[in-house]
């Protein structure tokens, strides 16, 4: 009896994304044992972490690099140490912010804002936080002497009604302000690691480790300039200060650098083709058996390299009931369901093959076949 059957939980085929609320990613064998190898003993803790802070910068082609406990750790410990950068000697004051030269961090006040939760955990810095309306003018209006930074959220559907990142950031770098992008989810291509901060010129940006890079759930990482790199370690454990809740354990850091230096050494194409072959398997059943057109796209739901299928349920069937049908199954099948925001109509629904182990597309296919034949019976 293993560890969930134990508790009386139920395994879920995850078909959809690496969600927290599923767990994030499969981690990998090697990414497993190396956790494994580090719980057997103890070592000096900040040694190893500044070696696998080293080790992750080098791989990324950046600066520096901090690991901490997730993309959400990292937003707080980028607007600290942001707001910091020219009043170290108060970092230990977080999250009393009064005494701090710069204290105000820029949010673009674009289509989605509200829906984006994230952005919100910047204030548990003691930060305050400038909506801004998304044009040059309004942005050059917002930039005071109080700016400690601005926060970006790339993604195609973040990214509507303002401007890209590829637009905001030369208007921002030119304005004198510090640029923090939470690129959490933007990940497949390997590139983007490096691209944020060495291309477009961001000074910080944020990935999960937990998602596709498929470390520990409880990793994330933040690369880019090392001053600002410093100062987010200063803040993070294990110093008493604000971020002293954001440790990651020695199993979590060798975890972490072992499954990011396989994502970025394994070739892309072979990946993209390997889900490609599992959805397309998908396609092909699911299609056969109930009728119902498939469509295969080129990336993902959040614009990233990756392909995904998308089903096309017949009325008056849903996606939402789609997966509270294949979620009851033994074992259970998330598939995708789009949120509002994305404008998707209620019958599509996605499939997403980057935690599908092999032979688990039957199930899948399974699962999405039953719940349309028992509902046109």
């Known amino acids: 009896m293993d560890c969930y059957e134990k508790l009386h939980i139920k395994r879920i085929i995850n078909a959809s994304e690496p ?36 080790k992750a910068a080098e791989l990324t082609g950046n600066e520096a690099a901090f690991i901490t406990t997730g993309a959400s750790a990292g937003l707080e410990l980028s607007a600290a140490a942001c707001m910091s950068l020219d009043s170290a000697g108060n970092l230990d004051m977080l999250p009393e912010t009064s005494a701090f030269s710069k204290n105000e961090i820029l949010v673009m006040d ?5 829906i984006i939760p994230y952005w919100r955990l910047t204030g548990l810095t003691g930060a305050k936080i400038i909506r801004v309306k998304p044009d040059v003018a309004s942005i050059k209006a917002a930039v005071c002497e109080r700016t400690a930074a601005c926060m970006l959220f790339p993604a195609s559907v973040y ?10 950031i030369p208007v921002l770098k030119e304005e004198g302000v510090k640029v923090i992008v939470d690129a959490a989810a933007q990940l497949p291509p390997a590139s983007n690691l490096w691209y944020y901060t060495k291309t477009l010129g961001a000074d910080l940006a944020i990935f999960s480790g937990g998602k596709h890079i498929k470390g520990p759930q409880s990793t994330g990482v933040i690369v880019g300039n090392k001053e600002l790199i410093d100062l987010c370690k200063a803040a993070a454990s294990p ?14 850091l060798a975890g972490f650098i072992t499954a990011l230096e396989l994502f970025i050494m394994e070739e892309e194409e ?24 498939t469509e295969m796209l080129r990336q ?25 049908y294949t979620r009851n199954l033994t074992p259970g099948v ?29 199930a899948v296919a399974e699962g999405i076949c039953r719940y349309i034949l028992e509902a046109r019976r």
């Open 300 to 324: 993902g739901r959040l614009g990233t390299y990756q392909p995904l299928l998308h089903l096309y349920l017949p009325a008056p069937l849903t996606a939402k009931e789609c997966n509270k």
């Open 270 to 293: 072979a990946r993209f083709k390997r889900q490609e072959k599992q959805l397309l398997t998908i396609a092909r059943s699911v299609s056969e058996k109930t009728g119902i057109d």
């Open 239 to 252: 110093n008493p200060g604000l971020g002293r809740a954001f440790k990651t354990g020695k199993e979590e």
């Open 159 to 168: 990214e509507r009604g303002i401007l890209t990142c590829e637009e905001l």
């Open 110 to 114: 674009g289509d989605v804002l509200d």
């Open 334 to 362: 998330d598939v995708g369901v789009y949120p509002p925001e994305f404008g998707m109509a209620e019958n599509v629904v996605f499939v997403n093959a980057y935690n599908l182990k092999p032979g688990q597309e039957e």
């Open 19 to 54: 969600y927290t609320n599923l767990g994030g990613s499969l981690m990998e064998k090697e990414t497993i044992e190396a956790m494994a190898q580090a719980a057997g003993s103890c070592v000096e803790y900040e040694k190893l972490r500044d070696a696998v802070c080293e």
